[in-house]
């Protein structure tokens, strides 16, 4: 990243978005404080590894006093950098595309679906929640003018990586590939290659008798 | 887990299905064989992480040779227990439920999506590539006549929980939950939260400044 702000593990950075989903869900129930005991009983990990994670940032909470939930809830959205706005577009206006689009809370949280881009002319013209979807043939026009900053890729694996290639080239920094491939880039943007498939695996897997 | 085979780590759970989709991709581009440096320069992994991951299952590989890619992916198939079959349903037919089940890839892994079930008129009665949506409120009737393995749910967040727990009541022991809470159980049954916000707030975070 050019402007790093400082490197973290990958199992603290996964685990910073599941803090916020409980601190939200605390929050949104009227809790106001949290000893770090029962933050750490609710979502299965240690204390220490919990004030260790926040250790990376700086550290929150007070000793004895457990966690302001409210204030720890914007810490970290701040720190997800959920207190900004993102303006998105979605590649691909399938069902998982469609999906994305409908998903209310996105845009709650700041994430602008500004437009879709498809191949099929039956899905070109028409919109989702009033985003249109608009021909991938005019998407380096729409990139011109508008700036995006996350793209969502919905689209064929074959098609992944050069649709992303054309992205990253006009200025978007985050990719967020559905396509079940893995994605990369040697310029500095965020790529999160999402695979549903692992899931399932890990489904199959773990029904076969392997266990945490 | 009932007949527990042996405890993985979290991260050897999570990296199994990676390797799984790396041979896959291999053995179709008709490569025969790999050495432990080639495969952990593509996965981005040390080779002693390889050798350590296999190792849990009883290693693979011969030293001088490295990998025979074909062997090494039937092995992987099988551990993760994709050489059987799944009856699957899923719960909610909106885009996400469709989405899924339009996905040609599970079904030939062997995931079988007999129904989808849903609560909306409009849409019970129709079918996705021939599997018909239900009404939900026959689902006890046909978990009473047919065996299934996993069910995913894409319902509303405040149905997944007493969804789940109907399934896990009429024998579904997998439960793939796309609904945006942490579904549990104290059943010995599996369950995969898949928090689609979190990878996008992973994105955010990491155009924020951090960086792995």
Redesign the interface.
Known sequence: ??????????AV??R???Y??YLK?MRDDGIERISSRELSDKMGLTASQIRQDFNSFGGFGQQGYGYNVNELYEEIQK????D?T?NCIVIGA???G???T??S??ER?G?HVMALFDINPRLIGMSIRDIPILDIEDIEGFLDQHRV??AAICAPKDAAQSIADDLIKYGV??I?NFA??DVTSSSEV?I?N???????????????????
């Open positions: 990243m050019a402007k790093s702000k400082g490197r973290v593990s990958d950075m996964r910073m978005p599941k916020y989903r869900e720190i997800l950098g959920l900004k993102y399938g069902n998982l469609q999906a994305l409908n998903y809370g996105f949280e994430f900053d996350i920094r985050g967020w079940p491939t965020v999160e999402v695979h549903l498939s692992d899931n399932l695996h890990t489904i199959s897997f773990r029904m076969g008798g392997y266990s945490l």
